[in-house]
């Protein structure tokens, strides 16, 4: 016997009513001219667990970038630290003031703990810091390294 379960349409108001709240592609950073500028001009900034690379672009909307190397575990643990990584972004995103390439990635295991909470308040240190220097005039986004 089987259970027949209803498929909602596509196009229906409940289908469409958490459309804003996922990561869509054009917030990605794809482009491997893009990746490079960032790693190449943009300022470094070690967030805990989580490292950072940011770029200040002026542009329309922020982009951001995750990786994980493989020696952080299996396919499988690298692909649940990227999904926390972009919720805490998508959690986070209206925080951010200015717009910005981001690049975060992971490069040793993790220590302690690396759920949403800790992730969360890494990604909220990240924009807050960006957020001050936005504020302060900088004209990047870091600052230089000798400012402290």
């Not at 020696?71 to 925080?95: Q, S, T």
């Not at 220097?133 to 600052?143: K, P, V």
Request: include cysteine; charge should be positive; charged fraction near 25%.
């Amino acid at each position: 016997m089987q259970s027949h379960t209803p498929q909602r349409p596509r196009n229906s108001p409940a289908g469409n009513r958490f459309r804003h709240q996922g990561y869509p592609k054009r917030i990605r950073l794809c482009s491997r001219i893009d990746i490079d500028r960032v790693f190449r001009e943009g300022h470094y900034r070690r967030l805990g667990n989580l490292h950072s690379k940011a770029l200040a672009t002026g542009g329309v909307e922020t982009r951001f970038l995750i990786s994980v190397k493989k020696k952080i575990g299996k396919a499988h643990e690298r692909n649940r630290i990227k999904r926390i990584v972009r919720e805490a972004v998508r959690l986070n995103g209206h925080r951010l003031r200015g717009t910005y390439d981001i690049c975060l990635f992971l490069v040793k295991p993790p220590t302690g703990n690396l759920g949403l909470a800790a992730i969360e308040t890494e990604i909220r240190k990240l924009f807050d810091y960006l957020n001050q220097s936005t504020a302060i005039g900088s004209h990047h986004a870091w600052g230089s390294s000798s400012s402290g």
